[in-house]
């Protein structure tokens, strides 16, 4: 069974900086993309940035020039880099795999951007 092991949500002031990590193990083949979504409390769920086969990179508009994502495909392992982070990044961050046999989510963690 796949599974997918997310770290690095936390607390931050506006301008700050969270690394997010999430790592997968199981059974996994063929992976077409793994990356990150963001939930808010009233909003639907929308993709944040995501790393799709050779290597593409598709990021959210709102995100652009602040987050990096990166994939280690050995692991595999999926992180995010946030920087000046502002209060409408605040959201649960759930990370999403894609493979040939499925789409798998983890549990999320929680960022929150606040004074």
């Known amino acids: 069974q796949v599974h997918l092991v997310e770290s690095g949500g936390g607390m931050v002031q506006p301008g700050g900086s969270l690394r997010l990590s999430c790592v997968g193990s199981?059974?996994?083949?063929?992976?077409?993309?793994m990356g990150w979504y963001r939930q808010a409390p009233g909003k639907q769920r929308e993709l944040v940035a995501v790393?799709?086969?050779?290597?593409?990179?598709q990021y959210a508009e709102s995100v652009e020039g602040r987050l990096t994502i990166s994939l280690d495909y050995d692991k595999p392992a999926v992180h995010l880099h946030m920087n000046n982070l502002k209060p409408e990044d605040t959201a649960v961050y759930l990370c999403?795999?894609?493979?040939?046999?499925?789409?798998?989510w983890g549990q999320g963690t929680q960022v929150t951007v606040s004074e």
């Open positions: 999403n795999l894609v493979l040939a046999s499925g789409n798998y």
């Open positions: 199981g059974p996994i083949f063929s992976l077409y993309s």
């Open positions: 790393v799709k086969e050779g290597d593409r990179k």
